[in-house]
């Protein structure tokens, strides 16, 4: 029974993650523009939404924490791209505009 719960309490924990990651209107933005544009870096972002590069790049980090984006280095570029979690939020995200 405690594994379980444990398990429970992990997934449970996981789906708080992702709700954080995406409870803020810029970071459904930065989620739309990866989703759009594919691999992109963070000067890309910030200027391609018209927000500050330092606020941008706070909000990349609590969407790779929240396991929706990841960041992959290419030489001296850091392109953002989306998880396959990203992808279904970016898919959920998409049903919830229809409302």
Sequence with gaps: MDYN???EEKIVKRIERV???VANHNRVRIINFI???????????????????RN???????????GLIEKQY???QVMHFLT?????IHEFM???RKF
């Design 5 to 7: 719960k444990n398990m």
């Design 19 to 21: 709700f954080k990651g």
């Design 35 to 53: 989703a759009d544009e594919n691999d992109t870096t963070l000067w890309q972002i910030s200027e391609g939404l018209k927000i500050n590069f």
């Design 56 to 66: 941008a790049s706070q909000h990349t980090q609590k969407l790779e924490k929240a």
């Design 74 to 76: 290419v030489g001296r």
């Design 84 to 88: 396959p979690y990203g992808k279904k």
């Design 94 to 96: 998409n049903i919830l």
